[in-house]
């Protein structure tokens, strides 16, 4: 089989994995991206000036044994932001992903959501069911909320995943598979967000609103990523993660937080469609969120008598 025909048939998928500080992390990561059935990878870490050499030391241990990794140490940490763009810009994939240092992959996830990506010119990006794990593995919480996003209709794509809580994990779709073709979308959202050390959750959701704004997404049925959420909500550690109240009455953003992050998502786009859609949506679930608040303070009250 030749080159151009080993192309089409497995097409290259980049990889890039911003690290920082976490080599352990970074070691789980590699073995399980190194240990994906889908094996036409590019795979770029981008060290963003650890402090100690164990990072640098663990990536080069990878590389002695598969060719596919880069590696790249900045001379200084240049922020969260810099170092997702960073990644992106050396990719020369058709498909790009971007891996946390402390998430996990089940080995087949690359495979099966390139497989919608390859056989549906609608779908530009495509993601999994995914579950919520402590610095210990342990599951916190399965979602299996991304499907219910997913809609041929970009307005009711829009208007639902804007509706959902966040705690479903709207933000964790930035870790999908996407087509080249979208990295624009990225690059503008990690260009906007470069000189702040940490990505603010908002500006995720804006960028994913563009992008679900200009094509559909496919979920894979199968919970194939896990996404750690380390220390908060520890199971074994000595945090509780259990609300004190039912979680059904536990908003997730407070009021004041709210109006900010409505403002950023009419920010986020020029259509004065979306803009409807925002407005309609989010001012419906700022008095859901009023609603939640007020009964939050009747259950604390109670439990204190």
């Known amino acids: 089989m030749g080159l151009l025909e080993v192309h089409k048939v497995m097409p290259l998928v980049s990889i890039g994995i911003p690290t920082y500080n976490r080599p352990e992390g970074l070691r789980r990561t590699l073995e399980c991206i190194t240990e994906q059935t889908y094996k036409n990878l590019e795979i770029i870490v981008s060290d963003n000036c650890s402090r100690t050499q164990e990072t640098e030391e663990i990536v080069r241990e990878f590389m002695a044994r598969d060719n596919r990794i880069q590696y790249f140490r900045q001379k200084e940490n240049y922020g969260m932001a810099f170092n997702f763009k960073f990644v992106l810009e050396k990719s020369s994939g058709d498909y790009f992903m971007l891996a946390s240092d402390d ?37 916190i919480y399965d979602n299996t909320k991304p499907a219910i996003y997913s809609n041929r209709n970009k307005y009711f794509r829009l208007a639902k995943f804007l509706f959902f809580n966040e705690s479903w994990g709207k933000g964790t779709l930035t870790y999908s598979l996407f087509r080249k073709e979208l990295t624009p979308f990225l690059l503008d959202f990690l260009k906007k967000n470069e000189n702040s050390i940490n990505v603010q959750y908002p500006a995720e959701v804006c960028m994913l609103i563009n992008i679900i704004d200009h094509t559909d997404y496919n979920i894979v049925k199968e919970t194939l990523f896990h996404k750690r959420w380390a220390k908060k909500i520890d199971t074994l550690g000595k945090s509780n993660p259990l609300p004190k109240y039912p979680y059904l009455f536990r908003p997730y953003l407070p009021p004041r937080f709210f109006i900010s992050y409505i403002n950023a998502l009419l920010d986020s786009t020029t259509s004065k469609k979306v803009h ?30």
Not at 107 to 128: D, G, R, T, V
Not at 281 to 299: K, S
């Open 103 to 139: 998430d996990l992959w089940d080995n087949s996830f690359i495979e099966k959501c390139l497989s919608p990506l390859i056989n549906q010119n609608s779908c530009s990006m495509a993601f999994s069911n995914f579950n919520t794990i402590d610095s210990y593995d342990q599951v």
């Open 276 to 305: 409807i859609i925002i407005i309609i949506i989010m001012g419906i679930r700022f008095m859901i969120i009023l609603v939640q608040w007020y009964l939050v303070c009747i259950i604390t009250k109670l439990q204190k008598m």
